[in-house]
């Protein structure tokens, strides 16, 4: 990581913890922006936030790694999570993520050779009465066939 | 979000309702009052524990401190649940309201909405809903010109995590930690957020407290059975012609509601989410209600051509996959009883084996800290009760299990 960089991250977690105070409450609403905006949660980004908040470095890692929507290491620029859990299953899951998996060249739980996609599974998206179901990024899709959900990761940037 | 709203119709939940009715009403009462309103019309959770509400209000407003947090849980990550989802994208005025209602009613300066992070997408019209709130002094200082009572809500984004449904679990990860639940007691009524008194309530019971403050508790208790009193939101999904949410009276027959839903060749209801029970075609006489059945209002419906080892699998697979991996019957436990699906599957099991599973199943409901171990070998054990032909007979296995 070059300098300037480091700089414009460190003044980033500054003006978040600005934002929501610098007590242990404010870490996760930190962590969930830093996440956000990087699509992860970089070695230095956990140091400068621990360094900010005043507790050890090893205590923010110890978050990031319990939540599922916080990770360590970096991600493609788009998250792609489809509902796995039985009403989307019955559903036709398995169909939407074997065409997903051929569109994109590869499995779940991959990211893309362009860095464009990550796809992963999610335990229930709470759209049951909908599914299959499926997010991309924050925008959730539902009642998706195969097709539609090839197409609407074509659509995106 | 105003063209959606208003298509619902039903008895207590959906009936009309005007945003800050219940606070106006409410700030003209007195605390007691309120509290012994909530306690005749017997309201219970509705997150699926079934606690008195009145109870855990008067114990936070007994309780004294400088501080005090009322939290609403919209952490609705149960498999086959949505109807928390809906209440706050259609029916917001019903939550927020009832949060006032609750802060005046237990002395807290401060609401919290715990919302899960896959519903980020309400983040922003629920945080613009609270705006037009605080214009109209529903929220802020001195709400309605009632001298000394201070009450904002904010909002706060889960981020993934099942386990965090749990009061204490959520309380943590509120703290910045991780969603590990805590031993109880101390019980978040008087050592919740930051130690202070908290009262966890449910998205929906917060809805019925706004109902029951407006129209009473004669009116609320009018509806369902003697224990249960007032209606239930079900989310229905599965093999079904209307899957949804509905709102139905407690007491409610299974087979009536799969009438109301258009389910035909039903084998199979799972009630109360991957953490509830599997009911069997024989017993869809049975009610929906306290007193037989108590449910979260999570139904899944399964029909004939479904595997039902296979609805196991994915259950098991969900609860290994969010154990928080505190407690070891229910990190290890649930491990060991996915691996027995999976030998089925295979058809490598012997019954001895399967039996010592349902015994561990037994011990984990026993030895497990909080609500997730203690109910996920609900569906484990219920399942190959339940379906043991089905389950045992399968072309790979084999009764002898060879």
Known sequence: ?157 | METIKKKRTGPVIFSGYKRGDAIRKALSMNREDILFELKDSKLKGRGGAGFPTSTKWMLTAATKADKKFLVCNADEGEPGTFKDRVLLMEFPELVFDGMVVGGYTIGAQAGIVYLRGEYEYLLKPLQDYLEEMRKDNLLGKNILGKEGFDFDIGIFLGSGAYVCGEETALIESLEGHRGEPRNRPPYPINTGYLGRPTSVNNVETLAAVSHIVMKGRSWFAKFGSDKSTGSKLFSVSGDCEKPGVYELPWGIKISELLKIVEAKNTKAVQIGGASGHCIPKSQFNRALAYEDIPTGGSVMIFNEIRDMLRVLKNFMEFFVDESCGQCTPCRIGNMKLLEGVEMIEKGEYTFAHINKLKDLGKTIQRASKCGLGQSSPNPFISILENFNDEIFNRPNGGRNGK
């Open chain 1, 1 to 157: 990581m070059f300098v300037a960089e480091k700089n414009a991250l460190s003044e980033e977690i500054e003006s978040y913890v600005n934002k929501y105070g610098n007590d242990r409450s404010a870490l996760l609403m930190i962590l969930h922006e830093i996440q956000n905006k990087r699509r992860h949660i970089s070695e230095f980004a956990q140091q400068e936030v621990a360094r900010l908040l005043n507790i050890h470095p090893v205590e923010v890692y110890s978050v990031i790694s319990f939540f599922a929507f916080l990770n360590s290491n970096p991600k493609g620029r788009n998250l792609v999570r489809i509902c796995q859990t039985i009403s989307c299953d019955m559903k036709g899951k398995s169909t939407l993520i074997k065409a997903i998996e051929r569109e994109l060249g590869i499995k779940v739980g991959e990211t893309t050779r362009d860095n464009k996609f990550t796809v992963e599974y999610a335990n229930c998206l709470g759209l049951c009465d909908v599914g299959p179901a499926m997010a991309i990024n924050d925008r959730v899709y539902t009642n998706l066939t195969p097709e539609e959900a090839v197409e609407l990761l074509g659509k995106v940037k």
